[in-house]
């Protein structure tokens, strides 16, 4: 099996979309660290009891290096109307993200500090129990330590065969 042939397999497998932040530790003189943001469409939900859900962050990408270090993050899951925020978040090899959220309306977590994007379909606040080495990816698990639905009545952003998507 070649690597298209996988990938190509794998397209036909609906995903809704999120957007996975964080805050780096505090770099400046205001004690606050760059916020860190990344599309991803690998987000399951693991267990109930406890809350438990699972992110696949690729190997030595910027997410993966900040969650091996800050424990704390937060998930977005994205509405339709917000194709703009996941195409924006899922540009690889930027060297940093601090224009990316200059006009995304968000708010802070109140547990991680992480940005929660407005309009979301729902947000999560977690904290990383247990990271595990996956190929070229990590499966990093977290536990929610928090959950709102502040945009619940919105459909969601899906992505299938390489696009996004709207139900229906």
Known sequence: MSNDEFRAALARLAAGVVLITAQEPPLDEHGRGEDVG???TAFVSVSLDPPLV??????????????AE???WAVSVLAESQRHV??????????SDRLLFED??????????????????ATLECRTEQRVLAG?????????L??????????PLAYFKGRYRRLG
């Open 70 to 72: 800050q424990p704390l």
């Open 146 to 155: 928090t959950a709102s639905l502040p945009s619940a009545d919105g459909e």
């Open 54 to 67: 699972m992110v696949s962050l690729r190997n030595d990408s910027r997410m993966d290096d900040l969650l």
């Open 104 to 121: 995304v309306p968000y708010i802070r977590g109140e547990v991680t500090g992480a940005p929660l994007v407005g309009g979301a379909l």
């Open 38 to 40: 990344m599309t991803a």
């Open 86 to 95: 996941a195409s924006r978040f899922a540009m690889k090899n930027r060297i």
């Open 136 to 144: 070229d990816h990590t499966l990093v698990i977290g536990r929610v």
